[in-house]
T-cell receptor, first 114, second 115 residues
């Protein structure tokens, strides 16, 4: 079985400071991992994805994530937060045998203070 | 290229009624997945269709059903609506089923309110 845990339900940062959104996953095989962002009253947008290539994945809007198999983590980072980054972020695990499933984490709400 | 479209965007129904939601995927995408998003349960996977066949199913009761047409458009149906079915229903399309390696493109959702 696979699962995904986002360790923080809310994260608050000041504009211009680094962002860290934490995600741990559980999987019995090599999963595909994604980060999606959902701005208020908008649909979900893919930020980045990991599919067993490079462990450091670069996404849109300056976000990146590092796949660490030993820690079963896929944390999302950004060097400098912008006001427009305020949104909800979802870590997603997908793939598997016997029926592929896509599982979303509970989400992390990012607040950016001016 | 046009994005994923969902109709209607908003819907109000009464308990016991049934409802049909529609999703048109991005041109060329053959996989369509449906999700339910609520404040309490978050985003939950309903089912996935590829080439008119249901490939995966989440843990929802049989009142939730779906289908996919030959042009890849998909519909989901909820019968005997309950108050707890009030949610944002999201549709996502991708090139292939399974999710692995293929990112999903989401529509804006249909907001269903059951009174």
């Amino acid at each position: 079985a696979q699962s995904v845990t986002q360790l923080d339900s809310h994260v608050s940062v000041s504009e211009g400071t680094p962002v860290l959104l934490r995600c741990n996953y559980s999987s019995s095989y090599s999963p595909s991992l994604f980060w999606y962002v959902q701005h208020p009253n908008k649909g979900l947008q893919l930020l980045l994805k990991y599919t067993s290539a490079a462990t450091l994945v670069k996404g849109i809007n300056g976000f990146e994530a590092e796949f660490k198999k030993s820690e079963t983590s896929f944390h999302l980072t950004k060097p400098s937060a912008h006001m427009s980054d305020a949104a909800e972020y979802f870590c997603v695990v997908s793939g598997g045998t016997g029926g592929f499933k896509t599982i979303f984490g509970a989400g992390t709400r990012l607040f950016v203070k001016a | 290229k046009a994005g994923v479209t969902q109709t209607p965007r908003y819907l109000i129904k009464t308990r016991g009624q049934q409802v049909t939601l529609s999703c048109s995927p991005i041109s060329g995408h053959r996989s369509v997945s449906w999700y339910q998003q609520t404040p309490g349960q978050g985003l939950q996977f309903l089912f996935e269709y590829f080439s008119e066949t249901q490939r995966n199913k989440g843990n929802f009761p049989g009142r939730f059903s779906g289908r996919q047409f030959s042009n890849s458009r998909s519909e989901m149906n909820v019968s005997t609506l309950e108050l707890g079915d009030s949610a944002l229903y999201l549709c996502a399309s991708s090139l292939a089923f399974g999710g692995a390696a293929y990112e999903q493109y989401f529509g804006p959702g249909t907001r269903l309110t059951v009174t």
